[in-house]
């Protein structure tokens, strides 16, 4: 059982210590039955442990504790020993407890254990010499709980050379009312030598039950660096632990996860249960994951997140109701399973969704179902921007280590040819490619984000995929940008005056340098003809100005109520390249609606490749068509081809359409020109377009009607069983194929 006493004071003269044996999170405890003084001089913890829970401060007040300056319940380093508890470190990775320990090598850090709301148990140890785990403090109050000195269960480091830190350990205060400047701590221990992994945070609950406050009281429990000599290192570091806190008038309490401005490469996940909190504050560089078997409901709460902090959606599940404003968050989706949300969600200034980062494989994607509305609004993002295949990685990585990431199309290049195009325009999913390395400045490609949304979707703000910078400078050596990634939005309805850009990047400025291609975008709206102001950018990340070129424009395709078939965009922004946008075996999506080539753009359909349009063809830039390709002109609409235009094959069958050409524009076909059952007419009665085949090309014009045609430019034009308007067409001769002569005698 437990011991009862009067009162206490603790260290109010003379240096004191009280030291409590045998305590548990039951009824081994110290009662105090009036109130309880901590001096300036007054320590109060409990007894080590070793390899079990057998010590721990369990402290029951009726009346009043006080905690003056200079006073301690301090518990630090007495948990778990070095290589024991639920958590322990091994090799050179740190002990795990609220969050995850740091490594340095070896196997992966032990999960996170313990409650969040009702903290009690001890702290792992780490690995090595003295790297122990924080003990456990529990407290109640009946009164007032001040504060002014320290309630610490931090971990201890390893003291020597290779290990890792212990974990902190837990802190449990449950108050009428708190006030007080001091601290509550339980952070991992931080190696200071050698080549070890920080340990992880413990865990802080505060409980308030008649006051609104938490005073000024400083709570901490944040994961270590680690240490590769002769540096301290966060990508050894451990994660940040929990920090709860409920005041009067909660419901659910709020989570905080804190890591002290110290980025590490691991979360503080919730694992295997249902939480629910009024808030989550992922803060100072705090990542907080729904882990495996949890599930995590904000329907009644809110969620926040300083611009280097995010809640990462891993195995477990996001519950946030039938609707959800996110702002000042930033929400990350880990593993590429698709999500479903029963939503109508909304982007607020701030707000963003995204991924996280992937390296050599496909391993994160932003896969989410909304059925409800989607509305992202000015300042809020749907932002997987540099998050794609990292550098020199990914099918479009360029063979140069001065070129940029292909995708959509072909990287810049500098010395070499930057990377090559893949994926699907109609149905884009893939990743960017990083742009090549050379030294440390280069680019990661974009991410890939696919959206189905049933209800409509406003986007006033931005949905982006673009490629990663390679460098801020012009200093140091110039590696290529990264391909945009992919976008794939499915809504019922599209509005606003916002962006949705899939761009590859710029490349470092003044250096030799490719830039990014453009990604893959694609708009299908199910319910509507029109997408308001939205603009769909999908361009070439500018070159280097040294020598170093923009990398090609991506594709963006957009189907609507009023193409059936979609259309494809291929625009540059004016951006003069060398590198295309290139269709070949890697690429799919061959039928189209409108295709439109336009600003510096330059597309180029690869060897015995085909195109299907169902619309029209309108080249303003450029476009090549290589050996045995076919551009078939389809579907039983009237339609125009603008702009100068060189085909391989053109083909159009289709009885009754007519086919508008631009006048004073110039179609050549080199392989085989098919025209049958069709008009042939000018954009502008009276004027002439011009038609070349050319020497050696092959010809099938059957039953045709020509209006304002000159051929002169190449071989004459036979048209079988055909017809013409007045006699402004030139170079064309028209034969009546009444088929043979039978003589009857």
């Not at 002990?95 to 999960?111: I, M, Q, R, Y």
């Not at 702290?123 to 000195?149: K, P």
């Not at 979360?267 to 599930?295: H, P, R």
């Not at 991924?355 to 909304?370: F, I, M, R, Y």
């Given at each position: 059982?437990?011991?009862?006493?009067?009162?206490?004071?603790?260290?109010?003269?003379?240096?004191?210590?009280?030291?409590?044996?045998?305590?548990?999170?039951?009824?081994?405890?110290?009662?105090?039955?009036?109130?309880?003084?901590?001096?300036?001089?007054?320590?109060?913890?409990?007894?080590?442990?070793?390899?079990?829970?057998?010590?721990?401060?369990?402290?029951?007040?009726?009346?009043?504790?006080?905690?003056?300056?200079?006073?301690?319940?301090?518990?630090?380093?007495?948990?778990?020993?070095?290589?024991?508890?639920?958590?322990?470190?091994?090799?050179?990775?740190?002990?795990?407890?609220?969050?995850?320990?740091?490594?340095?090598?070896?196997?992966?850090?032990?999960?996170?254990?313990?409650?969040?709301?009702?903290?009690?148990?001890?702290?792992?140890?780490?690995?090595?010499?003295?790297?122990?785990?924080?003990?456990?403090?529990?407290?109640?109050?009946?009164?007032?709980?001040?504060?002014?000195?320290?309630?610490?269960?931090?971990?201890?480091?390893?003291?020597?050379?290779?290990?890792?830190?212990?974990?902190?350990?837990?802190?449990?205060?449950?108050?009428?009312?708190?006030?007080?400047?001091?601290?509550?701590?339980?952070?991992?221990?931080?190696?200071?030598?050698?080549?070890?992994g920080g340990g992880a945070g413990g865990r802080i609950a505060v409980a308030v039950t008649?006051?609104?406050?938490?005073?000024?009281?400083?709570?901490?429990?944040?994961?270590?660096?680690?240490?590769?000599?002769?540096?301290?290192?966060?990508?050894?570091?451990?994660?940040?632990?929990?920090?709860?806190?409920?005041?009067?008038?909660?419901?659910?309490?709020?989570?905080?996860?804190?890591?002290?401005?110290?980025?590490?490469?691991?979360?503080?996940?919730?694992?295997?249960?249902?939480?629910?909190?009024?808030?989550?504050?992922?803060?100072?560089?705090?990542?907080?994951?729904?882990?495996?078997?949890?599930?995590?409901?904000?329907?009644?709460?809110?969620?926040?997140?300083?611009?280097?902090?995010?809640?990462?959606?891993?195995?477990?599940?996001?519950?946030?109701?039938?609707?959800?404003?996110?702002?000042?968050?930033?929400?990350?989706?880990?593993?590429?399973?698709?999500?479903?949300?029963?939503?109508?969600?909304?982007?607020?200034?701030?707000?963003?969704?995204?991924?996280?980062?992937?390296?050599?494989?496909?391993?994160?994607?932003?896969?989410?179902?909304?059925?409800?509305?989607?509305?992202?609004?000015?300042?809020?993002?749907?932002?997987?921007?540099?998050?794609?295949?990292?550098?020199?990685?990914?099918?479009?990585?360029?063979?140069?280590?001065?070129?940029?990431?292909?995708?959509g199309g072909q990287g810049g290049l500098y010395n070499s040819v930057g990377g090559p195009p893949y994926g699907t325009i109609t149905e884009p999913a893939s990743l960017g490619s990083g742009g090549g390395q050379n030294g440390n400045n280069a680019g990661a490609g974009g991410g890939a984000a696919i959206l189905r949304v049933s209800g409509a979707a406003t986007v006033d703000g931005a949905i982006l995929a673009e490629g990663a910078y390679a460098g801020p400078t012009n200093s140091g050596s110039a590696g290529g940008s990264g391909s945009g990634g992919s976008i794939w939005l499915t809504t019922a309805s599209l509005s606003g005056s916002g962006k949705i850009g899939a761009s590859g990047t710029q490349a470092i400025r003044g250096q030799y340098s490719g830039g990014g291609s453009g990604g893959r975008l694609a708009v299908i709206v199910t319910n509507s003809g029109t997408i308001g102001g939205v603009a769909l950018q999908s361009y070439g990340g500018l070159g280097g100005y040294s020598g170093g070129q923009a990398g090609s424009a991506g594709t963006v395709y957009l189907k609507t109520t009023a193409s059936a078939n979609g259309d494809l965009l291929v625009d540059n922004a004016n951006r003069s390249v060398t590198a295309v946008t290139l269709v070949n075996s890697n690429v799919s999506g061959r039928v189209f609606g409108n295709v439109l080539v336009r600003n510096s753009a330059k597309l180029r359909l690869a060897a015995n490749e085909a195109l299907t349009v169902y619309g029209a063809w309108t080249n303003t830039a450029g476009f090549t068509a290589d050996s045995g390709t076919t551009v078939t002109l389809a579907g039983s609409g009237n339609a125009t081809v603008a702009g100068s235009n060189g085909f391989y094959n053109l083909t159009c069958e289709t009885a009754g359409k007519s086919l508008a050409f631009e006048a004073g524009m110039t179609t050549t076909v080199t392989g085989k020109l098919t025209f049958a059952n069709i008009t042939l007419a000018s954009t502008q009665s009276g004027s002439q377009w011009y038609l070349t085949l050319v020497s050696g090309a092959a010809q099938d014009v059957r039953s045709v009607q020509v209006h304002d045609s000159n051929a002169s430019g190449g071989q004459t034009i036979l048209g079988y069983n055909s017809g013409q308007d007045g006699w402004n067409d030139v170079n064309w001769q028209f034969i009546c194929d009444t088929g043979p002569l039978i003589r009857l005698r």
């Open positions: 059982g437990g011991v009862t006493v009067q009162s206490l004071s603790l260290g109010a003269n003379n240096a004191s210590t009280l030291t409590l044996a045998n305590g548990d999170a039951g009824t081994k405890k110290l009662t105090i039955g009036g109130d309880c003084a901590i001096g300036g001089n007054g320590t109060l913890t409990h007894a080590a442990n070793t390899t079990g829970e057998s010590n721990k401060l369990n402290l029951a007040v009726a009346g009043n504790l006080t905690i003056v300056s200079g006073g301690a319940i301090d518990v630090a380093g007495r948990g778990y020993t070095a290589g024991n508890g639920p958590g322990a470190g091994g090799g050179n990775w740190g002990a795990s407890h609220g969050g995850v320990g740091g490594g340095h090598n070896g196997s992966d850090p032990k999960p996170p254990y313990g409650s969040i709301a009702a903290p009690v148990a001890l702290g792992s140890g780490g690995s090595g010499t003295g790297a122990d785990g924080g003990g456990a403090v529990l407290i109640e109050v009946a009164g007032l709980l001040t504060n002014g000195g320290t309630i610490t269960a931090d971990g201890k480091a390893n003291t020597g050379t290779l290990g890792g830190g212990g974990a902190g350990g837990s802190i449990a205060l449950a108050c009428g009312s708190l006030s007080g400047n001091g601290t509550l701590s339980a952070n991992g221990g931080a190696p200071t030598a050698g080549w070890q008649n006051g609104s406050s938490f005073g000024s009281i400083v709570m901490r429990a944040f994961g270590a660096i680690g240490f590769v000599s002769p540096s301290p290192t966060e990508d050894r570091g451990a994660a940040a632990g929990t920090i709860y806190l409920k005041k009067q008038g909660d419901t659910h309490g709020t989570l905080l996860v804190d890591n002290n401005s110290h980025a590490r490469p691991y979360a503080t996940v919730l694992t295997n249960g249902t939480f629910q909190f009024d808030s989550l504050i992922a803060t100072n560089a705090g990542l907080a994951e729904v882990g495996g078997n949890a599930t995590l409901d904000m329907s009644a709460g809110t969620i926040a997140c300083s611009t280097n902090s995010r809640l990462i959606v891993g195995a477990g599940q996001l519950s946030l109701g039938s609707s959800h404003t996110l702002s000042n968050a930033i929400v990350s989706f880990k593993g590429t399973n698709a999500v479903t949300w029963n939503t109508s969600l909304t982007l607020g200034p701030n707000g963003v969704l995204t991924h996280e980062a992937n390296n050599t494989t496909e391993a994160n994607k932003l896969n989410l179902t909304l059925n409800g509305n989607l509305a992202v609004a000015a300042g809020g993002k749907i932002d997987v921007s540099g998050q794609g295949y990292a550098v020199a990685q990914g099918p479009g990585k360029p063979a140069g280590g001065n070129d940029g990431g292909g995708y």
